[in-house]
C-alpha cells in the first residue's frame, strides 16, 4: 500500500521561512517524478513544484527563485523549501507521485494527506 505522510506546515510570518517533508512508503520512490501542490479557500488546486527523475525541476511563476523542490531516495523522502513567504502562499500543500517532464507532469493518484500553511503576521 502506498503511502505519502507531509510534515512541516505551519504558521510563519510574511518574509519567514518552512521546510515540508513527504516520505513516503510501499512504492520506488526513484522510479517516480514528484511534485508539490497547493489550494487555497476558494480556489482550485495548483501546481506549484515538480521533481523528475532525472532531476529537472519546474516552479509556478508565483514561486520561482522563492520555493525548491528536492527529495532524498536514501530515505524516501521529498521536500518543499518554502523562502520569502508571503501570504498569498497561504494553502494546503500537498505532495504527490507522478510520471512524465518538468512541463509535462502527469499525476498518479497517489497523494499526502495535505499540510496547512499559513502566512500571517
Known amino acids: 500500500q502506498v503511502q505519502l505522510v507531509e510534515s512541516g506546515g505551519g504558521l510563519v510570518q510574511p518574509g519567514g521561512s518552512l521546510r515540508l517533508s513527504c516520505a513516503a512508503s510501499g512504492i520506488r520512490f526513484a522510479i517516480n517524478a514528484m511534485a508539490w501542490h497547493r489550494q487555497a479557500p476558494g480556489k482550485q488546486r495548483e501546481l506549484v513544484a515538480v521533481?523528475?527523475?532525472?532531476?529537472?525541476?519546474n516552479y509556478a511563476d508565483s514561486v520561482k527563485g522563492r520555493f525548491t523542490i528536492s527529495r532524498d531516495n536514501a530515505k524516501n523522502t521529498f521536500y518543499l523549501q518554502m523562502n520569502s513567504l508571503k501570504p498569498e502562499d497561504t494553502a494546503v500543500y500537498y505532495c504527490?507521485?507522478?510520471?512524465?517532464?518538468?512541463?509535462?507532469?502527469?499525476?498518479?493518484?497517489?497523494w499526502g494527506q495535505g499540510t496547512q500553511v499559513t502566512v500571517s503576521s
Open positions: 521533481l523528475t527523475i532525472g532531476g529537472n525541476t
Open positions: 504527490n507521485l507522478g510520471r512524465g517532464g518538468p512541463y509535462n507532469y502527469s499525476p498518479l493518484d497517489y
